[in-house]
DNA sequence: TCTGGGGTCCTAGGACCC
DNA sequence: TCTGGGGTCCTAGGACCC
């Protein structure tokens, strides 16, 4: 039997800047880019859970926080505290967590920065997986000062759902038994994969739980969602044999960059773009990688509609050069009627290598 | 409401090869 | 005349996740 734990920070940016700067303890926090008097065009990376009251939640535009903020100082509740993201500071405490999780357990995966999966089958039942899990609490909340929340499942699906059921601070254990009734009343939505779209495809079809989605055969859901309905069929019965890994290959690297204003200067875009490329090649090298193949540039523009160019090149290509020359060469019609007749303004850059070697 | 930045995976058409 | 089937690579776009 397969015992497998999903541990989440809670709130995380926010946790570590609670931490870090007393003065903010017990105030609500947003953790992003700059509101700029609310003319900022970012999104909210965390709130923390006093701001949450105020209807500020991750990936919230952070205009609309800015407005949520005034209207309840105007209610006379103090205003929200917003901060721009110190990653250095948040990847370093998550190497503080992953190292104490490894010093519970062999086999961990970490997911993303505040995630990781642990598999504790070793341990031999969800009592002892628990006292295991209790215990990493513990010990992250003495050494790095914030919560987890943790779901122990049969497997990684119903790990990571579980992990998302009590929170902040929560432990959900679902044993194999229960997981299928532990599905069934949720929404769609809680099934990693189904977002928008995916959801608004299912409600159009009076499906809006998990339990709605059983009365399609896997050759519907596979005809409605793609290759994927095959496993979307499991994870709805709460199968799901997806090992933990320890870790996954990089498959590439990139960087972009939305303005502060939107421009139609070549020479901004051209300087960005030059920067990104360095950037891009200092990384790459990094990450253990000497050589790119293929060359992906995106142009946003005013409006959001959003274009890509691709260029692949015969042979691996080592140089910063190589790259910023092919970038340029890529987003050059973009800057003339070529591919911009209207002569929109373009909103963000970006670069991104594949095909690493 | 007006949408960041870093990624992964999938689809679909076309080219090309056997 | 009106044209198979399978595989792989490239390209553009889109959904999704944290």
Known sequence: MRIIAHLDMDAFFAAIEERDNPRFRGMPIAVGSDPKGGQGRGVVATANYKAREYGIHSALP?????QFSEEARQRGKPAVIFLPPNFERYTE???HIMKII???ASLVEQASVDEAYVDLSFSGSFAKAEKICRAIKEEIQAKEKVTASVGIGPNKLIAKIASGFQKPDGLTIVEEGNAEAFLEPMSVRA???IGPKTELLFTARGAK??????????EELVELTGKWGAELYEKIRARDETPVVEEYEVKSIGEQ???AEDTKSAELIFERLSMMCKNIMARLAGDGFRTFKTVVITVRFTGFETKTRTHTFSN???T???????????ILPFLDARENPKGKLIRLIGVRIEKLG
């Open 316 to 318: 691996p290509q080592r």
């Open 102 to 104: 490894r010093a519970h």
């Open 93 to 95: 405490a998550s190497e």
């Open 62 to 66: 952070i205009s609309k926080a800015w």
């Open 209 to 218: 739980t998990v339990r709605d989605l059983k009365k399609f055969s896997r």
């Open 257 to 259: 960059e939305t303005f």
């Open 191 to 193: 099934i990693p994969g």
């Open 320 to 330: 910063a050069k190589a790259l910023q020359t092919e970038a340029f060469r890529l």
